[in-house]
C-alpha cells in the first residue's frame, strides 16, 4: 500500500489531520493498536477553544457540536468558601469556549472517515515507523497474523504519549522536558444535573476540585487525589461527600449526586519533546506534549500541532513549498510552551501540594487574591484560557 501521509493514531490529532487532509484530495491511512469501540469509549475532555472549533467546521463535522455543545462565556474559581466569576465573553471581547466531550468529537471524526470511505486500520500490532530519516519513510504493522507496509512520503506521529513514534527517534535528535506532579485526579461522570451552569475550579484545604458537565443531564466531576490512591477506595459516597466539602456551601447544598458510571485516576505530568519533527515523521498532540488538564489545553493543543501541520503539507503538495513543514516545529512549540506556562500556572494556584511551606501557601493565597481584585490579572487568565492565537 502506499499513501501520501501515514497517520499512527485515531486519536484526535489523527482523526482531525487524516479529515482536513482528506477533504484536501491527500491520501492517507489511519493505523491504531486500539479497537474503535475502545477509542469511542475513552473520556477525556471537555472543553473546546474557538479555534479547536474552527477546525471542527472547516473538517466538515462541526455540525453535531454546534447542535448539542453548550457555549460557555465563563467560569468561577471557588475559594475560602466563596465564588469568583472569570467573565471569559467580557474579558476578551468576545471569546468563549464549548463544553463538548472529546469522546463526541472522536465519533463525529471516526464517523466521517467512514462515511468517506477513508481507509483505518484498528487493532493493528507493533505499528512501527521507518526510515523516516530519508526519503523513503514507510510504516508496518501486524494483523491477522501477517505484516504489512504502507510506503508513504510522511508519518504523522498523532498516537499520544506513550506511543511509538516519539520512541522511534534517536536519544541524540530529541530532547524532553518533564515535570511531574506530587498528585492525581480522581474523575466520574454521572447521569445528573450539574451543579453550576458553568464550571467551578475549587481550591480547599482538602485540595482541588473542578465541577464540570457534559450536557445538562450529564456532569463530570474532579477532585485531587494522592497518586498512591486506588478506585476501590472511592465509594461513589464517599467521592460525593469529599467534593462537596470542597465547595462553598451554596454548591454543596445545590449538588445533585447520583452513581457514577465512569470513575477513572488520571496522573498529571507537564510534558515537552523538542523538535516535533524528524526528517518526514512529524510528532502531533500527546505525542509530543502534555499539560496538566487544569488549564484545558491537551486536547486544543492537540488541534492547533494540527492546524500548522495540515497547512504546512497541503503547501507542500499544492506549492510543492515545503517552507510550511519546515516551519512546523518552531510555530507548534510556541504555542505549546505557553500553554505549557498556562497549564502549570493554574495547577500551581488551584493544587494543594504536600510538604507545601507557610510561605509557598501564602503566595498561592496571595495569586487568588491579586487575581479577583485585579482587572488586568483576569484579562491574562482569561486569554489564556480561551486559547491564544495560533
Ligand atoms: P490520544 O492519546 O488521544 O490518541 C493517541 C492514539 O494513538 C490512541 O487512539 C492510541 O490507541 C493510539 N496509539 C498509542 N500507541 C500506539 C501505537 N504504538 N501504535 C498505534 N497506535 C497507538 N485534555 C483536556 O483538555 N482536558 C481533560 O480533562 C483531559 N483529560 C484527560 C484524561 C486522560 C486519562 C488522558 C490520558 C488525557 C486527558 N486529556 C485531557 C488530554 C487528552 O484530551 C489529549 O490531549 C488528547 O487525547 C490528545 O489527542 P491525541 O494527540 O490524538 O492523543
Ligand atoms: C472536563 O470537562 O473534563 C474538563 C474541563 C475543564 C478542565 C479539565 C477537564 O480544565
Known amino acids: 500500500m502506499r499513501v501520501q501521509v501515514a497517520i499512527i493514531g ?18 492517507t491511512v489511519i493505523i491504531d493498536r486500539a479497537s474503535r469501540n475502545h477509542i469511542l469509549d475513552r473520556v477525556r475532555a471537555g472543553v473546546l477553544e474557538e479555534g479547536t472549533a474552527r477546525l471542527m467546521d472547516q473538517a466538515g463535522v462541526g455540525a453535531r457540536m454546534h447542535a448539542e455543545g453548550l457555549p460557555h462565556n465563563g467560569f468561577s474559581l471557588a475559594f475560602d468558601g466563596r465564588d469568583h466569576r472569570i467573565d471569559l465573553f467580557a474579558l476578551t471581547g468576545g471569546s468563549r469556549m464549548l463544553v463538548y466531550g472529546q469522546t463526541e468529537l472522536t465519533r463525529d471524526l471516526i464517523d466521517k472517515r467512514d ?12 505499528v512501527a515507523p521507518h526510515a523516516f530519516d530519508g526519503s523513503r519513510p514507510y510504516v508496518t504493522y501486524e494483523k491477522n497474523g501477517q505484516t504489512h507496509r504502507i ?20 536519544d541524540s535528535a530529541i530532547r524532553t522536558f518533564e515535570k511531574i506532579y506530587p498528585f492525581g485526579w480522581l474523575g466520574i461522570l ?44 472511592w465509594s461513589d459516597d464517599r467521592f460525593w461527600s469529599e467534593l462537596r466539602r ?55 493543543l492537540a488541534a492547533s500541532d494540527v492546524h500548522y501541520l495540515f497547512a504546512g503539507l497541503r503547501e507542500y503538495y499544492e506549492d510543492r513549498s515545503a517552507s510550511g513543514i519546515d516551519a512546523y516545529s518552531a510555530r507548534a512549540l510556541a504555542r505549546v510552551w505557553k500553554a505549557e506556562r498556562f497549564s502549570w500556572w493554574m ?17 498561592q493565597e496571595a495569586e487568588l487574591d491579586y487575581l479577583t481584585h485585579s482587572h488586568a490579572a483576569e484579562k491574562v487568565l482569561a486569554e489564556n484560557y480561551v486559547g491564544l492565537p495560533y
Open 10 to 27: 485515531s486519536g484526535p490529532s489523527g482523526l482531525l489531520l487524516g479529515q482536513l487532509l482528506g477533504n484536501a484530495g491527500i491520501e
Open 115 to 126: 462515511a468517506d470511505g477513508q481507509p483505518s486500520v484498528y487493532e493493528a500490532i507493533d
Open 151 to 170: 510506503d508513504c512520503d510522511f508519518i504523522a506521529g498523532c498516537d499520544g504519549y506513550h506511543g511509538t513514534c516519539r520512541r522511534a527517534v534517536p
Open 190 to 233: 454521572s447521569e445528573v444535573p450539574p451543579v453550576s451552569d458553568e464550571l467551578v475550579y475549587a481550591n480547599h484545604p482538602n485540595g482541588f476540585a473542578l465541577c464540570s458537565m457534559r450536557s445538562h443531564t450529564r456532569s463530570r466531576y474532579y477532585i485531587q487525589c494522592a497518586l498512591d490512591e486506588s478506585i476501590e477506595e
Open 246 to 300: 470542597r465547595l462553598p456551601v451554596h454548591h454543596a447544598e445545590a449538588m445533585v449526586t447520583g452513581p457514577s458510571f465512569e470513575k477513572s485516576i488520571a496522573p498529571l505530568r507537564s510534558f515537552v519533546a523538542e523538535p516535533m519533527r524528524f526528517g518526514s515523521l512529524f510528532l502531533v498532540g500527546d505525542a509530543a506534549h502534555i499539560v496538566p488538564p487544569t488549564g484545558a489545553k491537551g486536547l486544543n
Open 347 to 363: 495547577t500551581t494556584m488551584l493544587h494543594r501540594f504536600p510538604n507545601t511551606g507557610d510561605f509557598d501557601q501564602k503566595i
